[in-house]
């Protein structure tokens, strides 16, 4: 049994601190031995974590060059970016790809553009003739403001063009909605949230039919670990086992926490704002994982896979001082996502409707 180091770029994020756990249990399982390097700017809960379980952690910051050139120069089987972004990210890589055995860069599902240039954080969504494959068209490269709608789905392409033409062993993955333990935009907190808040109903546009791909990060992790033995240049879509409706991941949620709403399904004649879920979409955005499924690789399911992100939502909210807030409330994302008020209107006059 031989030792082989990892290191984790952003890893102690959602993604990157499952692709540790991941790799650390293998070596509990009597698999090969990882010595896993987690590197982030700070420390924090999940650093400790991480380290109790073996892992060593590294404050950095992953765009100081110095930090890549002492974790890299000496080699390593597997590098593992997760929060690289831009062509220059990219580039500060480069350098050291010779010296590690199988590097993945984590990108993503906005990168596609369908027939008519839209892609999946354009105003108007995309319209796909089926599932996506990584042979969709992309965005063009850019490098423009990777935080920007039209930004951040250029700037991943020109870093996957910089990684991929560099000719070194670089596996590309493509996840869409991730999910997980320590995901800093936690999706499934609009559920949670709510039935934490008491509330009897749950208002859903288009009948909750909407459907964007799932992916757990655990999912994501399983995939690297694979990649890490097969090294090869080559892109991959990673995303759940099927891609379930938001009626779906709802009801898969609130059954978790034993939590029973009453479901509003609206239809196209509803107040235009409420409604909109995270998961909410005019037409289906679905991955293909035929490729990654062809290198052996299985996907969990959203409904098995989810559930230790549930109970992290309920713990960590539980933590939460009276006067505070959950980590990741400062996110404009959720900004009138919980604003009720707009919501019991709706029922209100959706009530008095009825009656007429």
Same mark, same amino acid.
């Given at each position: 049994m031989s030792t082989r180091r990892a290191?984790?770029?952003?890893? #102690? *994020?959602?993604?990157?601190?499952?692709?540790?756990?991941?790799?650390?249990?293998?070596?509990?399982?009597?698999?090969?031995?990882?010595q896993v390097d987690v590197v982030a700017r700070r420390g924090g809960p999940m =650093? $400790?974590?991480?380290?109790?379980?073996?892992? !060593?952690?590294?404050? @950095? $910051?992953?765009?100081?060059?110095?930090?890549?050139?002492?974790l890299l120069r000496?080699?390593?089987?597997?590098?593992?970016? !997760?929060?690289?972004?831009?062509?220059?990210? +990219?580039? %500060?890589?480069?350098?050291f790809l010779d010296d590690v055995g199988s590097t993945v860069f984590v990108s993503s599902k906005a990168v596609y553009a369908d027939e008519q240039g839209r892609h999946a954080n354009s105003v108007d969504r995309p319209v796909f003739g089926g599932a996506v494959t990584e042979l969709t068209p992309t965005v063009a490269a850019g490098d423009g403001d990777p935080t920007a709608?039209?930004?951040?789905?250029? +700037?991943?392409? =020109?870093?996957? %063009?910089?990684?991929?033409?560099? *000719? +070194?062993? /670089?596996?590309?993955?493509?996840?869409?909605? /991730?999910? @997980?333990? @320590?995901? *800093?935009r936690p999706r499934e907190w609009f559920v949670v949230r709510r039935a934490l808040d008491g509330r009897e109903r749950i208002l859903l546009a288009d009948?909750?039919?909407g459907v964007d791909h799932t992916t757990a990060a655990s999912g994501i992790a399983s995939?690297?670990?694979l990649v890490a033995d097969a090294p090869d240049r080559r892109i991959l879509n990673v995303a759940d086992? #099927?891609?379930?409706?938001?009626?779906?991941?709802?009801? #898969?949620? =609130? @059954?978790?926490?034993?939590?029973?709403?009453d479901e509003v399904l609206l239809d196209e004649g509803a107040p235009a704002f409420v409604g909109t879920t995270p998961w909410s979409s005019p037409t289906p955005? /679905?991955?293909?994982? #035929?490729?990654?499924?062809?290198? *052996?690789?299985?996907?969990? +399911?959203?409904?098995?896979?989810?559930?230790?992100?549930? $109970?992290?939502?309920?713990?960590? =909210?539980?933590?939460?001082p009276a006067d505070g807030d959950v980590p990741w409330a400062a996110d404009p994302f959720w900004d009138r996502l919980f604003d009720y008020g707009p919501e019991d209107a709706a029922l209100a006059l959706l009530s008095l409707s009825h009656r007429g």
């Open positions: 290191v984790v770029l952003g890893g #102690t *994020g959602g993604i990157g601190s499952a692709v540790a756990r991941e790799l650390l249990d293998v070596s509990g399982r009597g698999g090969d031995d990882w =650093a $400790d974590i991480l380290t109790a379980a073996g892992a !060593t952690f590294v404050p @950095g $910051d992953r765009r100081d060059s110095t930090v890549l050139r002492d000496p080699g390593a089987d597997l590098l593992v970016d !997760t929060v690289g972004l831009t062509r220059d990210d +990219a580039r %500060q890589l480069a350098p709608r039209d930004g951040y789905g250029a +700037a991943k392409v =020109a870093a996957e %063009q910089v990684l991929l033409d560099h *000719g +070194a062993p /670089v596996t590309v993955l493509r996840p869409s909605k /991730v999910h @997980g333990v @320590g995901i *800093g009948h909750g039919r995939l690297v670990r086992d #099927t891609a379930p409706s938001v009626l779906e991941i709802v009801r #898969t949620i =609130a @059954g978790h926490l034993d939590h029973a709403f955005f /679905v991955l293909d994982t #035929t490729a990654a499924r062809s290198l *052996g690789w299985e996907p969990p +399911a959203f409904a098995t896979a989810v559930r230790p992100e549930l $109970d992290w939502l309920v713990e960590t =909210a539980h933590a939460v």
